[in-house]
């Protein structure tokens, strides 16, 4: 029999890792079978309020301060906005020029934005994680997710569209006869093989959208896991973990950035090559 701080502590973790989705949620934690009949009952544009909400509020931020810099840009003195808008930009450009190996001016703006909305949404992380939820549940809101990064959906969805110009720029730069050529005759070119190379090749390429989505949604929602683990614990053991794990996890939510974006570039890059 489960005691009281038990049901408590189980009640604290699954009550911190619900989003607060458009429609009913169950009374008692979750299920497999209650989010089923919740996804239902919502229909196909059931969403996840707070992941979109801080999605949405990360991506005017990274606007708004890169508008800024370059508002206030000046050939003079630089300040620090400047020169950390700088760095940012011109680390994404070496970046991009060591592994993409196509001409397209599309690339380098994509790395952009998707390296520095990535760190905005995973810094998130760093906050407490009961600041939010006892913020919004006085305001009458009983669950609040703040960071968009440990939501599948959220992660997914960015990989799906890296998935989509990978297609999109294949066909474009080889044509359709030749992406399907790349794809029925890669790694061994004879037609007898064309099956084995086909099934190959698209778990290949399926893979990646899956690989970029869940690497980057299990490094945060496993740290979110351990920051709520370490928040159960007593006061002391509290200040004595948390600050450290902290820390580290600056490095954490900038490597997750960093490999979500290279691994972008590197993919389209291999898009815009012909074989």
Known sequence: MATGNEVSSTYYIQHHLQNLTFGNHPVNGWSLASTADEAREMG????????????????????WVFRKAGK????????????????????????????FHGKNPIIAPLALTLFVWILLMNTLKIIPV???????????????????TTDPNATLGMALGVFCLIIFYSIKVKGAGGFARELSL????????????????????LVKPLGLGLRLFGNMFAGEVIFILIALLPFWAIWLL????????????????????????????????HH
């Open 130 to 148: 009961d600041y939010f939820p006892v913020l919004f549940a006085k305001l009458g809101v009983e669950y609040m997710k703040i960071v968009p």
């Open 186 to 205: 890669t790694p061994f070119n004879h037609w007898a093989l064309i099956p084995f190379n086909l099934v190959l090749e698209i778990i290949g390429l």
């Open 72 to 99: 206030m840009a000046t050939t003079g003195v630089p300040g620090g906005l400047q020169n950390a808008v700088e760095i940012v930009v011109e680390f994404i450009e070496n970046l991009t020029r060591a592994t």
């Open 44 to 63: 196909f544009w059931a969403i996840h309020l707070d992941t979109m909400g801080w999605s949405i509020a990360m991506g005017l931020l990274f606007i």
């Open 242 to 273: 948390d600050v450290p794990w902290a820390i580290f996890h600056i490095l954490v939510v900038t490597l997750q950035a960093f490999i979500f974006t290279t691994l972008s570039v590197v993919y389209l890059s291999a898009a815009h090559e």
